[in-house]
């Protein structure tokens, strides 16, 4: 018998590896489903910050955001100048992770700023 899904699961997965964050991700969904009107971006780096890049393909507008994060218990908080977003992390190896924003619940057809899917940048 053969399960599949969208997230890799297996040994690798662990969601207390904070240093598996460090480095480039682009937010990615199975086309089939659900499809992007952009592309968005985010970077973490070893000193606590992060960067989020964004595209609109309909306006050809990018926008740029600056955050200082944490990560403890399993819950991403990124904090800016302006705001304070916490998120679930719900899955997390070295080149795939999902973010669920806490008090929320996911469910298929639902996607929205709740939920948030990434696969590692290889830049």
């Excluded at 960067?51 to 399993?74: A, H, V």
């Excluded at 908080?77 to 705001?83: A, N, Q, R």
């Excluded at 916490?86 to 795939?96: M, Q, S, T």
């Excluded at 619940?105 to 830049?123: A, I, Q």
Aim: with cysteine.
């Amino acid at each position: 018998m053969t399960l599949s899904g969208c997230m890799k699961m297996g040994a690798e997965m662990d969601l207390n590896r904070s240093e598996w964050l460090i480095g480039t991700w682009y937010e990615y969904y199975d086309p089939t489903v659900f499809a992007m009107d952009g592309s968005s971006q985010v970077s973490f780096s070893e000193e606590g910050t992060a960067q989020w890049r964004t595209f609109d393909i309909l306006s050809g507008g990018s926008w740029y955001g600056n955050y200082q994060y944490t990560y403890e218990k399993n819950i991403l908080t990124l904090v800016s100048d302006t705001e304070t977003e916490a998120y679930e992390v719900i899955f997390l190896n070295k080149d795939e992770m999902a973010w669920q924003r806490v008090g929320t619940t996911y469910s298929k057809g639902s996607w929205s700023s709740d939920y948030k899917h990434f696969l590692r940048s290889e830049d």
